[in-house]
């Protein structure tokens, strides 16, 4: 099982991953830019090269980068969609120049023009950007939201009504965040709704689909689609879920990221995966069949 963090680039891309090794993590997602600016510099080929040396020596892989929270396929607005589609059009060159394998992608507010527009437009930017980038091997993972404001991704429906849409159906996969899909209302706590939600999810986007998994706990409560992160077991989703899923064994090839608070020193991050490692095991089942 991969377990890690979303881990801080400053002071040059490589850091990241010199972090991840401190707060124990086996993988970790980046941004490959800052994320309030459109416009980032190119990469230079040193620090390309330290980034890629240091996952060597490190051990430390990186599952996914995470694209700027400035993007969004779903407006309406032609230029800020235009901007949108040049930002993620470098994103995904810059993964491309990393080597990173792929980018989660918020799908994008619709911010009134409603569901199936903005899921359209959502679409039409990736094959979009498919046609302009054809030999691109970054897969774009579309995140599952809690539905906040105007975003769209609630749903497993969305998520699989845009890759329907999208004609290279090869670089598509999706993100789920545990607390997301819990904020936007599939239950996740009783192992018996655990699975009845990761049934559906495989019935409406398929597993195979899965391509990184967010685990957060949520500040918030259940359905309430509000996006707020906590510190696992410490919400309103309590360690359960976490259990449910680090023990799912059809997951286990999915890295497995924490976007959860923390300070400079890292050590929230080691606590949270230390209390993820702990919930990994085959005690459970021991316990059932002597039980
Ligand atoms: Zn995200
Ligand atoms: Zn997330």
């Not at 510099?41 to 620090?47: K, Q, S, V, Y």
């Not at 309406?76 to 990173?100: A, G, H, Q, V, W």
């Amino acid at each position: 099982m991969l377990l890690g963090a979303h881990m801080s680039i400053a002071g040059g891309i490589f850091n990241a991953v010199l972090h991840g090794k401190k707060a124990t993590c086996d993988t970790i997602q980046i941004f490959t830019k800052s994320t309030n600016q459109w416009k980032a510099r190119p990469l230079t080929d040193e620090e390309i090269k330290r980034f890629l040396e240091e996952q060597k020596t490190t051990g430390v892989t990186v599952a996914c980068a995470h694209n700027s929270y400035l993007i969004n396929f779903a407006s309406p607005n032609d230029e800020l969609y235009e901007k949108s589609f040049e930002s993620m059009k470098d994103e995904l060159e810059r993964c491309d120049t990393l080597k990173i394998g792929n980018i989660v992608m918020h799908p994008g507010s619709h911010v009134g023009s409603g569901e199936e527009i903005g899921l359209r437009r959502i679409a039409g930017a990736i094959n979009r950007l498919f046609e302009t980038l054809p030999n691109g091997r970054t897969t774009i993972c579309l995140e599952s939201t809690a539905g906040q404001g105007s975003n769209l991704g609630y749903r497993f429906e969305h998520l699989a009504q845009i890759i329907d849409m999208v004609e290279d159906k090869s670089r598509m996969g999706v993100c789920l965040d545990s607390c997301h899909i819990f904020a936007a209302g599939y239950p996740l706590i009783e192992e018996k709704d655990y699975k009845t939600t990761v049934k559906e999810f495989n019935r409406i986007i398929g597993l195979k689909r899965l391509k990184v998994f967010h685990l957060n706990d949520s500040k918030k409560p259940f359905g309430s689609r509000k996006d707020r992160h906590e510190h696992i077991g410490k919400g309103e989703m309590g360690l359960e879920p976490f259990r449910h899923i680090v023990n799912d064994r059809r997951l286990n090839k999915v890295p497995m990221i924490l976007e959860t608070p923390k300070g400079k020193d890292l050590k929230e991050d080691v606590e949270n995966l230390k209390i993820l490692r702990s919930l990994i095991s085959g005690k459970k089942e021991k316990q059932e069949i002597t039980a």
